[in-house]
């Protein structure tokens, strides 16, 4: 350990080491601080079920904003593998137990699916159009993502005005109702605006419409991929990647100050021998602003508040489905529970008045079915999956009072929303561990806080931003800027940040790089 660093990064998650890559394979020396004993963040696979030999995404899961660009900057040993479906949906309407399907590529079955549940090929012709015209802001927002910030007005003239104006000035209701008129279709539409995102599609802020568009710009597709091995195999590469170049990983080192005051830096730390200090001339934050407030000793500090629930489960097979469709199919990608553009509006207006939704709506993945290395050659042999349940409109307000009862009440309902849809009892089909306990892992946005640090267990560690350059207000140069010359945000809470993207990471490492003499 050296006394002085070109560069101190507060925190080794994906986004601090993809900016200690950088930063260290410039020739900086750089120095990675992380509280937990491994890197990674919330970006990691981990054997969640005593026993059983089961590595699961536990936080996060999906990778779609990662740009192709950081993978071949940096070398990274990674495969993203495509889901062979993007989405299921069952649904009981008229007394049949159907399911929309959208294959990945979508292609004829796709189309009768929708003409099944809606009775005309109106609704996937809206469908095409719909997504089609997105595609092109996509195409159009991805490439400056890694760039200084442009300005929100130069993007509008370089796609269609109407649609910019419905995308980023209206709320997303109005375009979702406008384009389609099926409840479900629409709520498989709608639910992008909300995951991590707690709002209505109504919202006059336009936070879910923020949130939408930054589930459909990744690499200018918007495909979300499985990565081989599990997020751990993300962050693995990352780390591997940073020490390759010479960076100092640290880990069990609790950052407890930092200073910073436009030339000098510090940051002083809590670990296994005691509290230590070091001087640098940057700071990098990869933590929460509200956070790096703490750490800097601001007064009535704003902290944000997560709003989705997360369970982890371990089966020993497949469900059946009352829909009678191929449960391999319908699993292996974004698996719907109840969320019909109906069932989001009042599940956010039950949670909204201070209760928990009594149909709550949620996504299911079943990543084993796109990877089967993350589970044992026996648990492949029989029949063993994964699946991650992400429950949406469950703020952590939910859960102040008695966050055990509120978290119980909470799986309960939403594996009954799950098991409104199968043949058979949910139960049977969940595997044991070692220990005879059902594998079922929960997480409440206030377990996420105290797991990770999250404050209010918020995803995206505050509330999406555009990602572009608000022409009224002064975010810097990158987006990554404080009121510190030498103190930048690298993290989710950065412009341009949220989910596992190394944007942030990337864009404070320039930052740096611009600066440094």
């Known amino acids: 350990m050296k006394d002085f660093y070109d560069v101190v990064i507060v925190g080794g998650g994906h986004n601090g080491l993809v900016a200690a890559s950088y930063l260290a394979g410039a020739g900086l020396s750089t120095l990675v601080l992380e509280q937990q004993g491994h890197t990674g963040g919330a970006a990691v696979s981990q054997q969640v079920f005593p026993g059983v030999d089961a590595r699961l995404s536990r936080y996060s899961y999906l990778v779609s904003l990662l740009p192709d660009k950081i993978v071949a900057d940096l070398g990274l040993s990674l495969e993203l593998r495509s889901r062979s479906v993007a989405s299921y949906t069952p649904v009981r309407r008229g007394g049949r137990d159907l399911g929309l399907l959208v294959d990945r590529p979508e292609g004829p079955a796709t189309r009768a699916s929708f003409s099944a549940l809606t009775g005309s090929d109106a609704e996937y012709d809206a469908w095409q159009a719909f997504y089609a015209s997105v595609g092109e802001v996509a195409a159009v927002v991805a490439p400056t993502l890694l760039e200084p910030l442009v300005s929100g007005t130069s993007l509008r003239r370089r796609v269609d005005p109407a649609l910019w104006e419905a995308l980023v000035e209206r709320p997303f209701g109005e375009l979702v109702e406008s384009r389609f008129a099926d409840d479900t279709v629409r709520g498989v539409v709608a639910t992008d605006s909300v995951i991590g995102t707690f709002a209505s599609l109504w919202d006059e802020s336009l936070i879910q419409n ?66 230590r200090s070091v001087d640098c001339s940057y700071v990098l934050a990869n933590v929460a602003p509200a956070t790096l407030d703490a750490l800097r000793g601001r007064p009535g500090v704003s902290r944000p508040e997560g709003s989705q629930l997360k369970i982890n489960l371990l089966l020993s097979r497949l469900p059946a489905l009352r829909s009678g469709d191929d449960p391999s199919r319908a699993f292996a990608g974004t ?47 029989s029949g063993h999956q994964t699946l991650t349940v992400f429950g949406v409109h469950f703020p952590a307000r939910l859960f102040a009072s008695d966050n055990d009862a509120a978290r119980n009440e909470s799986v309960r309902r939403v594996l009954a929303g799950l098991e409104s849809y199968l043949a058979e009892p949910l139960e049977p089909c969940i595997a044991r561990d070692a220990d005879g306990n059902l594998c079922i892992e929960a997480k409440t946005p206030l377990d996420i806080e105290e797991s990770i640090g999250m404050p209010g267990g918020h995803i995206f560690h505050g509330d999406l931003q555009w990602p572009w350059l608000d022409d009224s207000v002064d975010t810097g140069r990158w987006g990554v800027e404080t009121d510190v010359a030498n103190l930048l945000i690298c993290g989710s809470g950065a412009r341009r940040g949220g989910a596992v993207s190394g944007i942030p990471g990337h864009n404070a490492a320039q930052a740096v790089l611009e600066l440094h003499p």
């Open 210 to 275: 923020r949130c939408f568009l930054y589930h459909l710009i990744g690499n200018g597709t918007g495909e979300w991929r499985v990565p081989v091995g599990g997020m751990g195999a993300v962050t693995d590469a990352l780390a591997a990647s940073a020490r390759r170049a010479g960076a100092s990983l640290v880990t069990n080192a609790s950052v407890t100050a930092v200073e910073a005051d436009g030339t000098r830096g510090s940051v002083t730390w809590l670990g296994g021998d005691g509290e």
């Open 335 to 381: 698996f719907h529970i109840d969320e019909d553009y109906s069932q989001l509006a009042t599940a956010f207006a039950e949670a909204a008045g201070g209760v928990l939704p009594a149909v709550p709506p949620s996504e299911v993945y079943c990543h084993s079915l796109t990877d089967p290395s993350i589970l044992s050659p026996s648990l492949v042999a």
